[in-house]
């Protein structure tokens, strides 16, 4: 089958088989065993292994797979089914182990429409658990910055929690197109940084218009989450970026709690292209 996805080294199309993607110019690339694909070229690599490693990958699956950020993908999902026609084409880019791109896919299907669906990430550890989570997607290891698909070919693409790679992501939306950028909200996870750092500070908030995108609105998701081990409590300090840059003091006050109650907090910010 004709995929969504483009050849990363000369642009054409690329047909999908059982165990590879290939190019009418003879390029071709294997598809693991999980299902995903490879198309980040070497010169667009900046690392041996780029994205998360197994166990940042493993601690997103293991968290989001019991539902507690549910609120925002049950927002996608209303996006995604009321800004979408009866066949569409979305691109989740950075969408990590596939909880939200898995998500709005079944409900989209759910609401009998025919999508098609691809997702980008530039982890092949991630990739490995978003392929086994919905076989009917595509998956590929690729860039942000250099995305493999097509000028105007996405209907709605989700950008959450990942790098805005704003131009690119101009050049595939078509016209009239949506676009999903999820940020977190000032006080997301506030009692989780109460106890990693002595002075914690919220999170910015602010609404930035991009040349060749309009503004439609901003939709806020708010709850509280409560972590009842210090499995859940480790699982969501791991998925943050905070796990790379706190202080060993703040680490081990973490490592010290079996419970946890933490606020949640999402800003969708909805754009069109023009």
């Known amino acids: 089958m004709t995929s969504l996805f483009r050849c990363p080294l000369c642009g054409g199309p690329l047909e999908r088989m059982e165990r590879t993607y290939a190019c009418s110019a003879g390029h071709s690339f294997d598809i693991a065993r999980e299902g995903y694909t490879y198309l980040l070229p070497v010169n667009q690599k900046h690392s041996a292994a780029p994205g998360d490693d197994p166990g940042m990958a493993a601690a997103r699956r293991d968290f989001l797979s019991k539902d507690y950020y549910r609120p925002l993908l049950d927002a996608l999902c209303d996006l995604a089914l009321s800004h979408t026609g009866a066949e569409p084409t979305l ?13 709005i896919y079944q409900a989209l299907c759910a609401a009998g429409k025919r999508p098609r669906m691809a997702g980008t990430d ?23 910055f250099r995305l493999p698909l097509a000028d105007g070919s996405v209907e709605l693409l989700l950008d959450c929690f990942s790098p805005l790679a704003i131009e690119e992501f101009r050049r595939v939306l078509r016209p009239g197109g949506t676009f999903l950028y999820v940020v977190p909200s000032a006080e ?24 060749g995108f309009a503004y439609e609105t901003v939709a806020a998701v708010e709850g509280r ?15 943050t970026p905070y796990y790379w840059k706190t202080p060993k003091a703040g680490s081990e006050r973490l490592a010290a ?15 069109r292209a023009e």
């Open 188 to 211: 997301h996870l506030w009692e989780l940084k109460e106890v990693l750092y002595d002075t914690p500070y919220p999170n910015e908030e602010h609404q930035t218009p991009y040349e």
């Open 122 to 144: 530039i982890s092949k550890s991630i990739l490995r658990l978003a392929a086994k989570r919905e076989k009917s997607v595509e998956f590929a290891v690729a860039s942000s």
């Open 225 to 239: 989450i409560e972590l009842c081990s210090q499995e859940e409590i480790h699982a969501l300090f791991q998925m």
């Open 257 to 271: 709690l079996d419970r946890l109650s933490v606020r949640i907090g999402f800003h969708i910010h909805v754009f």
């Open 91 to 103: 691109l989740d880019v950075g969408c990590g182990e596939g909880y939200y791109t898995a998500g």
